[in-house]
């Protein structure tokens, strides 16, 4: 039985997404509670108006250190991911599952357990919570690679629309953080909002351990040559010196992307409740709504891309439509705040579903988890590096004075939108490589010209030619006239 015609193979998806769940939960907890983990204690919350920094319960770190959560749940995604992409092309899918994700359920412990008496407000605190983040991130990294590599295996032939999913998935666990979090704070204090992010991690360690299970009932329904083709094989510094040019010009755009984009995330709730004087909990859900976006249209996003076929085209667009939001923000104080998260969630949802499949086209299906793996390892340094910068444009310290506070928070975009800027121009020169490669990352321009290609060969050329052969880039199927990708 071919892997296509195996039924339940959707149930292995539906594993597959909820493995992430906790993970995607955990990233921007603190962002939910970021009030509540930069402000200093102050007594009590009685007569306390809507847009104050903090009240009882906090954890007085400051915007410095409270961007450096930020900056060490990045590099170790980063770190960890490098090795981490191929060791999990080593010993497969099944293994690596359960492993990342209770590495993730581990941190969301430490991290729980440093917000508790006896230990909130002592020096052993801070250090607890960057352990916690770190392992965290050595998580989170690896569970999106072994979910990516599980969709490529069982989904090859439906990657844009089941990818669609995945991303709806992961937003899901945003969302709920953010619809969850800051009210849990509000009614039983900030650890027991941590210790539900535990709670949310420990469902991904059931779903990672029931994927296993089905993973490996299915395999078993294949026959041999797609038992052949699933194996994990091991990856060659060879193998990793002949990623196309492609595959590294997508590296810098998802780089460049997440790193303007996630910072704000970050630090978008207390921007919201600065500027704009909302309560700590309505800034949480109009920054939420990035992700509320996100998991209503992804589906559609991912069928949508299927249909279109031009995913380094749409990338284009996507970058140029998202340039205008980070100086609205900052500029332009007349626009209600949700109507532009809303705006970053469509870009943002659209960029996501096009950029990880990219990776998929374009490399040795043994090689995806390594390719994923260093993906995420440059992106991470650069989110880490942006985190790191934003915290030192706001300050060590929680800036009293409104107009210098918003002085830093201009600066701090006007950084995200240098970095977006970047991320334009990385995904024009993509499209230039792809246009003379082959165009497997816009592959209905490429079904157009093999069509007007074999209709040149039948009629017009001669029966032999020393010209170099298209193939050195794709193969044509005699049958269709349609291009077959194929790694050079």
């Known amino acids: 039985m071919k892997v ?40 009590t919350c009685a007569n306390i108006s809507s847009n104050a920094t903090c009240c009882e319960g906090c954890l007085g770190l400051g915007p410095y250190r409270y961007n450096q959560l930020y900056t060490a749940y990045s590099w170790m995604n980063a770190l960890f991911a490098l090795p981490g992409g191929y060791m999990i092309d080593r010993i497969g899918n099944r293994v690596s599952a359960v492993i990342v994700t209770m590495l993730a359920t581990i941190g969301s412990v430490l991290f729980a357990v440093s917000t508790m008496d006896g230990i909130r407000g002592t020096a052993t605190m801070f250090p607890l919570m960057i352990c916690g983040r770190l392992f965290i991130g050595a998580g989170s990294g690896s569970s999106l690679i072994v979910q990516d590599r599980v969709v490529a295996f069982w989904f090859k032939d439906r990657i844009s629309f089941v990818y669609g999913f995945v991303i709806f998935a992961l937003r899901v666990g945003n969302v709920s953080n953010y619809l969850l979090t800051a009210n849990i704070a509000k009614l039983y204090g900030i650890r027991w909002a941590f210790w539900m992010g535990t709670l949310a991690c420990v469902i991904g360690v ?43 010009m997508i590296c810098l755009v998802i780089m460049s992307y997440y790193s303007s984009y996630l910072p704000f995330v970050g630090n978008g709730t207390k921007y919201i409740q600065d500027r704009y004087g909302y309560s700590k909990t309505t800034s949480s859900y109009f920054t939420g709504a990035i992700y ?54 469509v870009s943002y949802t659209f960029a996501g579903v096009c950029l990880w499949p990219c990776i998929i086209i374009v490399v040795p299906k043994k090689a995806i988890g390594t390719a994923i793996g260093i993906a995420t390892f440059i992106q991470g340094l650069s989110i880490g590096l942006t985190n790191l910068v ?7 310290t929680e800036d009293p ?87 050079q």
């Open 4 to 43: 296509e015609d195996w039924k339940w193979r959707y149930l292995i998806l539906v594993f597959d997404c909820s493995m992430t769940f906790g993970c995607y939960f955990n990233i921007d907890i603190i962002s939910a509670v970021q009030a509540d983990i930069q402000g200093q204690d102050t007594g």
């Open 206 to 248: 059931f779903s990672a351990v029931s994927l296993a299970v089905v993973d490996y009932y299915g395999t078993k329904q294949l026959d041999d040559d797609c038992k052949i083709s699933m194996k994990a094989l091991p990856v060659s510094r060879k193998d990793i010196r002949d990623f196309p040019a492609t595959y590294w």
């Open 292 to 345: 509320d976006t996100s998991v209503v249209i992804s589906p559609l996003i991912g069928s949508l891309l299927g249909a279109i076929d031009c995913h380094g085209i749409v990338l284009i667009a996507v970058c140029v439509l998202t340039l205008p939001v980070f100086p609205l923000l900052s500029y332009c104080h007349d626009i209600h705040p949700l109507i532009l998260t809303i705006w970053i969630g």
């Open 390 to 396: 934003t915290g030192k444009l706001l300050g060590f």
């Open 401 to 487: 004075d409104k107009d210098s506070l918003l002085h830093k928070y201009q600066k701090m975009f006007w950084l995200l939108l240098g970095m977006l800027l970047f991320s334009t121009l990385c995904s024009v020169v993509l499209n230039v490589f792809d246009l003379t490669k082959g165009r497997l990352l816009n592959r209905r321009l490429a079904k157009k010209n093999s069509k007007e290609l074999k209709s040149f060969v039948d009629e017009k050329s001669p029966l032999m030619t020393d010209a170099p052969s298209i193939q050195s880039y794709v193969s044509i199927d005699a049958s269709n006239g349609e291009l077959i990708p194929g790694i």
